[in-house]
């Protein structure tokens, strides 16, 4: 429904984002001219656990994170979001038994997932990282999801190239990262991997005044990690200048240590130990690849995008 706040009547939606990782609530407002966040949370579920070797989301894993769908999607309906939209990504788009969790999670909240494809992905990152950052000029947008990685090169809001990668930190920890600490000839593997799908993406639309954009959780976490946070604060991670230097300190770090030992590092959730090392080359390998200066960090990404996306009339979600 919506409620009177200063004399202007506005709406609040909401969205759900089942990733292979983490599922994340974001609750909005809307403004006349932008979307302010009321609440936003974060709950690790690892959907895409095994999902590399068996094509399968394993049993254990469905329902822990069906779980955290219902709890999220009460707590949005209980703050009066008037719409939730609820969409999945990698992990469920590349699962055999998808329509097994989809059906799953129908059952417990009255709404099908939608199951974005790499492009709308990548659009809804690059609309919400640029709405956030307020950057202006061409703009590649980089996201490190757990199972695939989005390059998206646009300008003023516009989509020009968008590349879906199927390499994400859960991916590649789970296929390559075998040994704890990880052995020279597994950081070799892991990088020659990356460098392989690096490939297929042409610079097409890169240029001096490119400023690229980092999001998603392996970008955030590194902030938190260079501001030392004992508490995660979106505030300040938004707009973290990450260096290719500090990329690289914090490649040497991450190797050094075994898993156990990087969940004492400040600012490194302990559900992210194990994955952070996969998504700090991806971004360093990035930023290798195109030759980028550094990258400004965003906290909003396709989550913020989708309600954007939303808002501009594209249908979501269905009830049943």
Request: glycine residues 10%; negative net charge.
């Amino acid at each position: 429904m919506p409620y009177f706040v200063e004399e202007m009547i506005l709406v609040r939606i909401a969205a759900i984002d089942i990733g292979t990782n983490s599922i994340r609530l974001l609750v909005v407002d809307e403004k006349a001219d932008h979307l302010q966040v009321v609440r936003q949370e974060l709950t690790p579920t690892r959907l895409g656990q095994g999902l590399g070797e068996s094509r399968s989301l394993l049993p254990e894993a469905q329902e822990r994170t069906a779980r955290a769908v219902a709890e999220f999607y009460t707590v949005a309906r209980s703050m009066g979001s008037s719409a939730v939209r609820v969409f999945a990504t990698s992990a469920v788009r590349d699962a055999v038994n998808r329509e097994e969790f989809l059906s799953r999670i129908q059952s417990e909240i009255g709404l099908r997932p939608e199951v974005l494809n790499g492009e709308t992905e990548a659009r809804f990152s690059f609309l919400g990282a640029t709405r956030a950052v307020g950057v202006q000029g061409r703009i590649l947008v980089v996201d490190v999801g757990g199972g695939s990685t989005e390059l998206v090169w646009g300008e003023k809001e516009q989509v020009a190239v968008a590349w879906s990668l199927n390499i994400g930190a859960v991916r590649l920890t789970e296929t390559y990262l075998k040994t704890d600490p990880a052995t020279e000839g597994e950081l070799r593997e892991l990088r020659a991997v990356i460098r392989s799908a690096l490939r297929q993406v042409e610079p097409v639309y890169l240029g001096s005044e490119t400023k690229a954009v980092a999001v998603g959780g392996t970008a955030t976490t590194l902030a938190a990690m260079g501001l030392g946070l004992k508490e995660y604060s979106p505030d300040k991670v938004q707009g973290f200048i990450l260096s290719a230097q500090d990329l690289r300190g914090f490649l040497l770090l991450l190797a050094s240590l075994r898993v156990a030992e990087r969940k004492g590092l400040p600012g490194l959730p302990a559900a992210r130990a194990d994955i952070i090392l996969a998504g700090t080359m991806i971004l360093q390998l990035v930023q290798e690849r195109f030759e980028l200066g550094s990258y400004i960090v965003s906290d909003a990404d396709s989550l913020l995008g989708s309600l954007y996306d939303l808002r501009a009339g594209t249908s979501g979600n269905e009830k049943t």
